[in-house]
């Protein structure tokens, strides 16, 4: 995958790679260290896994791969495991994480003066490989922040001048499409462009969810020979996720019609119909949830929600700015705490049984949609199920 056609960060991934494997051939030589600088955790992946597969046995895994992080291992431990040979492995690898540490308050004369002195003599059968995740350099590397841009060149004037620096840009939607139509191709697959490009825009061109979900689909469609839009919408789970943040758009911006009819549409494809009923409200008052967070912590771009929310509790990427937008839309805390209350008694009700889950989501979506009424209580109970 190299060449003009790919973006900065495949075409550095590649380069990376190409020298890890010309350097196993004997063709070409081995830096003593490398800085893997971006937060694309795709191409961080794909380097990891080139480096693993050219130097690391399984046999000797235990023996030759290290895995540290400066966060509780000192550089200068990790700098002298490095320069110890191992009695049981022939060449050793050393990933090096939260590099961060190197560049935090205090000048760390200490630490680079090390640095220095180990990449002075280093041990030619160890590689060090210092993982740089702290800065996001944007697909348009003219976009670079200010703070990034210094910290980049912070890093260039201190490990780079020992170490060969692969630039980890983040993939742009172009590049993503491009790379999933060569992937089915490679795996003797036809994609429709189309198909190809809802599943980038629904998960927001993260690389490392595009992967994933193009692997199934691939194991889905393997005996038609070719994925279409269809597959994609029946399959990805984030394309149909992507009907939910229109219905929370619909019902922050108070817009009732729509919010139904994108209710019956969510329960039309869902393919369990009111079967899902507990699903769908599930992920109601999860989202819910999230936009009082968003509210709460005054999160006005993407960059800072994946602060203000934690692993495992946040949104698909392309849902992010989308939500910011609706979670201002609401005034107060208490608009969004009574969204849940209704959500908690809507929820009461369907595990009640009753004739017509169908009508209890529609009145749900309803008073959702509606402007706020003085009160509308609710059991604590009922409260405490959406909100603990």
């Given at each position: 995958m190299t060449g003009s056609r790919w973006g900065a960060g495949?075409?550095?991934?590649?380069?990376?790679?190409?020298?890890?494997?010309?350097?196993?051939?004997?063709?070409?030589?081995l830096r003593p260290g490398y800085v893997l600088v971006g937060d694309e955790n795709f191409l961080l992946d794909r380097c990891r896994s080139?480096?693993?597969?050219?130097?690391?046995?399984?046999?000797?895994?235990?023996?030759?791969?290290?895995d540290l992080d400066l966060t509780s291992t000192s550089i200068f431990d990790a700098l002298d495991r490095a320069q110890t040979p191992s009695l049981m492995a022939p060449f050793q690898v050393f990933f090096i994480r939260n590099v961060r540490q190197l560049y935090s308050r205090g000048a760390k004369k200490e630490e680079f003066a090390a640095l220095d002195r180990y990449f002075?003599?280093?041990?030619?059968?160890?590689?060090?490989?210092?993982?740089?995740?702290?800065?996001n350099i944007p697909a348009d590397t003219r976009r670079l922040d200010l703070d990034d841009k210094n910290r980049f060149e912070r890093l260039t004037e201190t490990l780079g001048e020992h170490c060969g620096i692969v630039e980890l840009a983040r993939v742009n939607e172009e590049d993503a499409m491009r790379w999933a139509l060569a992937t089915a191709q490679d795996a003797?697959?036809?994609?429709?462009?189309?198909?190809?490009?809802?599943?980038?825009?629904?998960?927001?061109?993260?690389?490392?969810?595009?992967?994933?979900?193009?692997?199934?689909?691939?194991?889905?469609?393997?005996?038609?020979?070719?994925?279409?839009?269809?597959?994609?919408?029946?399959?990805?789970?984030?394309?149909?996720?992507?009907t939910l943040y229109e219905l929370t758009d619909a019902i922050s911006a108070r817009d009732r019609a729509r919010s139904l009819a994108l209710l019956h549409g969510l329960l039309n494809s869902s393919g369990t119909g009111e079967d899902g009923a507990i699903g769908h409200l599930y992920l109601l008052a999860r989202t819910f949830r999230q936009m009082l967070v968003i509210?709460?912590?005054?999160?006005?771009?993407?960059?800072?929600?994946?602060?203000?929310l934690w692993q495992g509790f946040r949104m698909p990427p392309f849902a992010a700015n989308d939500l910011?937008?609706?979670?201002?839309?609401?005034?107060?805390?208490?608009?969004l705490t009574r969204a849940l209350r209704l959500v908690a008694r809507a929820d009461l009700e369907l595990r009640s049984s009753?004739?017509?889950?169908?009508?209890?989501?529609?009145?749900?979506?309803?008073?959702?949609?509606?402007?706020?009424?003085?009160?509308?209580?609710?059991?604590?109970?009922?409260?405490?199920?959406?909100?603990?």
């Open positions: 495949f075409t550095s991934a590649a380069r990376f790679i190409a020298e890890i494997e010309a350097a196993v051939t004997g063709t070409g030589k080139a480096v693993l597969k050219a130097f690391v046995q399984d046999d000797l895994r235990d023996f030759c791969l290290s002075q003599s280093p041990n030619p059968q160890a590689l060090l490989i210092f993982i740089a995740d702290f800065i003797n697959l036809r994609m429709e462009p189309d198909a190809a490009r809802e599943l980038v825009d629904a998960l927001g061109a993260d690389m490392m969810l595009v992967s994933s979900e193009l692997e199934k689909l691939l194991l889905y469609t393997a005996g038609r020979g070719r994925v279409t839009l269809g597959d994609v919408e029946t399959m990805v789970l984030s394309a149909k996720q992507r509210l709460e912590k005054n999160v006005r771009d993407s960059r800072a929600i994946w602060q203000a910011i937008r609706q979670a201002r839309r609401y005034k107060s805390r208490r608009e009753p004739p017509d889950k169908r009508l209890v989501l529609e009145r749900l979506v309803y008073e959702l949609a509606s402007e706020p009424k003085p009160s509308t209580p609710v059991s604590d109970s009922a409260q405490l199920a959406f909100e603990s």
